[in-house]
């Protein structure tokens, strides 16, 4: 679904560390960043042994550390998967410390996606889950993570009415939008919810809410958010990664954690050259273009992190993870693309 708000070692064993390196799927992840089948920049770079970009020689570790934090859980970026994970663990009774490098949590998009919730239910939509899903697969040419495809189709019920119970409890509502496409061959599926509030909720979030109700719920279960503290180094004892450093105005910070480290850090459409290497077609709309804010924020932190830590990108086609048509028109429809040209682009 187009509405989803969706990351050494090997692909695999890296998004398999559980609870040593999770990686939270609400970004995109390792496989959502990975260099084009056969390009010639990852072709070169694999011929001749060499890096062929600066962020593929990992940094000397940094020993200057100013101070420590200990807590069980270390969470890196505090956008809607950084703060949906606070909130979650913190709410499980978790000691939980979430970094971010901005000055403020980060809410972004219109709604999200969920295969079925009470919303759902009460409007009588029921999503056949079996054909839903192996017609998404099919849609990805099956090249698609089949687990995180299960996984989501298994659990967004249960994630989704946990989310709508925080928006009701400040006084708000969702609508499950109607506006998918019904197109036999590239259907979608009717789950996309919008989140509404009154005036008087007390909110500041100006598109998705998600990401602002996790957050003041998760401070209220005690996590502790740290903003304008960059992560630039995972730590690791052995294979396993246990924290991170961050630069602060104080100096390095390390940030050790007892139960996992977890990667929210978004995309790479900040870091133009990293576009470039693993998402062409992306860097083809130059910087600043960007729905999302703060506008450059994410520059493939975490991605860049991890293979420092052993984790390799997945070597399969990376495409572009939002409506390349800046929203022109509904990109939930199946409209025929044309380039410039007058040629066609895509199916």
């Known amino acids: 679904m187009s509405e989803i708000t969706k990351s050494g070692l090997s692909r695999r064993a890296f998004l398999g560390l559980g609870a040593t390196a999770a990686v939270a799927a609400g970004a995109a992840g390792l496989a959502g960043c990975s260099p084009a089948a056969g390009s010639s920049d990852s072709s070169e770079s694999a011929a001749t042994g060499q890096a062929q970009y600066a962020w593929e020689v990992a940094p000397e570790p940094i020993t200057d550390i100013a101070s420590t934090v200990d807590a069980d859980i270390l969470i890196i970026g505090a956008g809607i998967a950084g703060c949906a994970c606070a909130c979650s663990a913190a709410e499980k009774g978790g000691s939980v410390t979430v970094v971010e490098k901005s000055p403020s949590w980060n809410g972004r998009g219109g709604g999200f996606g969920a295969i079925n919730s009470r919303y759902m239910d009460e409007l009588g939509i029921k999503v056949d889950k079996v054909n839903a899903k192996q017609h998404w697969i099919a849609q990805c040419a099956s090249r698609a993570n089949e687990d995180l ?75 502790q958010f740290v903003f304008d503290s960059p992560a630039i180094q995972l730590v690791k004892d052995g294979n396993k990664v246990i924290g991170c450093v961050c630069e602060t105005s104080d100096g390095y910070v390390q940030y050790n954690a007892s139960k996992g480290v977890v990667l929210c850090t978004g995309d790479i459409g900040g870091d133009i050259e990293m576009c470039k290497a693993y998402a062409p077609i992306c860097a083809e709309y130059g910087q600043p ?26 070597p399969a086609s990376h495409t572009k993870m939002v409506h390349g048509e800046s929203a022109a028109v509904r990109f939930e429809m199946p409209y025929l693309f044309l380039d410039r040209h007058g040629n066609r682009f895509m199916d």
């Open 149 to 223: 495809i299960v996984k989501f189709f298994n659990n967004s019920e249960e994630a989704s009415n946990w989310l709508l119970d925080k928006a009701e409890a400040r006084g708000g509502s969702a609508m499950v939008g109607a506006f998918y496409s019904h197109d036999d061959v590239y259907a979608e599926q009717p789950g996309y919810h919008m989140l509404m509030f009154p005036e008087d909720a007390g909110l500041t979030s100006t598109g998705f809410a998600g990401a602002e109700l996790c957050y003041l719920d998760a401070v209220e279960a005690g996590a």
């Open 289 to 314: 273009r960007s729905q999302y804010t703060p506008v450059g924020v994410n520059t493939g932190d975490g991605h860049k992190m991890g293979m420092w830590a052993g984790a390799q990108m997945c």
